[in-house]
Structure formats: structure tokens, C-alpha cells
């Protein structure tokens, strides 16, 4: 949860800064759910957005980090379960029903020690990639 936290800490940091920009930070809106803060920086920095040529890369950092968002929604929101098996490995069960379109859809993920390291060591480097992109576009601004 804390790679997930710091993640939403620069985006929403990056949010800010931009929003002081002359004229192109009119563009920029601040919204209170974290979801919408990266979908608002992902606009921005899209090839027609008013931050599109400095951020470029954050662009690319941005949609990949979006591969982890099921997995953040699923810790925030989940019920979970540990189990240990019987040689004393632990495993992790996530569920959560939400709705889409009106239905009723659940959701489940289970976790064991080695996927949970995996996961955490992709999530760890995607966060560094996004929040290096993130400090080049606004070292750039900044000044």
C-alpha cells in the first residue's frame, strides 16, 4: 500500500505544480479522488493536452502503472483472508464485489509469498519510473 500511497503523492504533487502555470495551468484540475487525479495528469500530458511535450514519458509511465490498479483496488477495498498451508506458507485472499453498469460483479484475487514479492518488485519499479518521469517534467516547469 505504501508504493500505491507514494505514487499518489507525485501525481497529485505534479497536479499542483502544474496547476500554477501560467495560462496552461488553467487546463489543470484538482480532484479529490485519487483515481480522477491520475486520469486529470494523464489528460494533461496526453498528445493533445497543455503539458503533451514535457510529458511525454509520464505518459508512458502513467498507462503503465495502470496495470496496477486492480491489484490496489483489491487491497484498499477487499475483504482479506490469510491462510497458511501445511508447509507454513502463507497465501492471501482478496474479494470484493463491486457493480459495473448496474451488475453485480466479484472479485477475487489470491496471493501467495512468492507472487506477493513479484508484485511488489514490479509495482516498486514502475512507481521509481513514474515518479522520475514526473520530476523531469516538473524540474523543466518548475524553473
Known sequence: MDEFARAEAAVSEAL???SGVSGRGDA???PHLVGQRFAAL???VSENGA???EGKGVAKSLAEWGVHQSL???????????TVDHRGRWHLVLKMLT???GEAVRESLVLDEEDAADR???LHASRQRLEGRLRGMTAGIGR
Open 16 to 18: 499542483l505544480l502544474l
Open 72 to 82: 490496489r483496488t483489491l487491497l484498499c477495498h477487499g475483504m482479506a483472508t490469510v
Open 42 to 44: 494523464s489528460e494533461l
Open 99 to 101: 457493480f459495473r453498469s
Open 51 to 53: 503539458f503533451a511535450m
Open 28 to 30: 489543470v484540475s484538482l
Open 120 to 122: 511488489l518488485t514490479a
